[in-house]
């Protein structure tokens, strides 16, 4: 499991140019079953992507689509992690 840390390189207006492409490519990923959990910074200064993949040149791979990246919008940084407990029925609203 994989969180990508992004952090805003761009003023806010320049990021919000591009954060509808940026929505569509979470919806892919997530209907593709890559994607756990997403959302914004608070304070906004960049966004948190919780990543199903088997390695890093997985994550790599679908970093790279990401139109905040092509577009030079946000810097990543990817922290791999084992998890070793989770959720349960008492944080349905979260899993």
Do not use: W
């Not at 994989?2 to 990923?29: C, G, N, W």
């Not at 919780?50 to 577009?71: C, G, L, W």
């Amino acid at each position: 499991m994989f969180i990508a840390i992004l952090t805003y390189k761009k003023p806010l207006s320049v990021v919000d140019k591009y954060i509808q492409a940026h929505r569509d490519y979470l919806a892919e990923h997530y209907a593709a079953g890559d994607f756990i959990a997403s959302g914004p910074q608070n304070p906004r200064i960049g966004g948190v992507i919780m990543i199903k993949a088997t390695n890093r040149e997985a994550v790599n791979a679908i970093i790279s689509q990401d139109p905040f990246n092509i577009n030079g919008i946000a810097d990543y940084q990817i922290v791999e992690f084992t998890p070793t407990m989770f959720c349960d029925e008492h944080m349905k609203d979260f899993c």
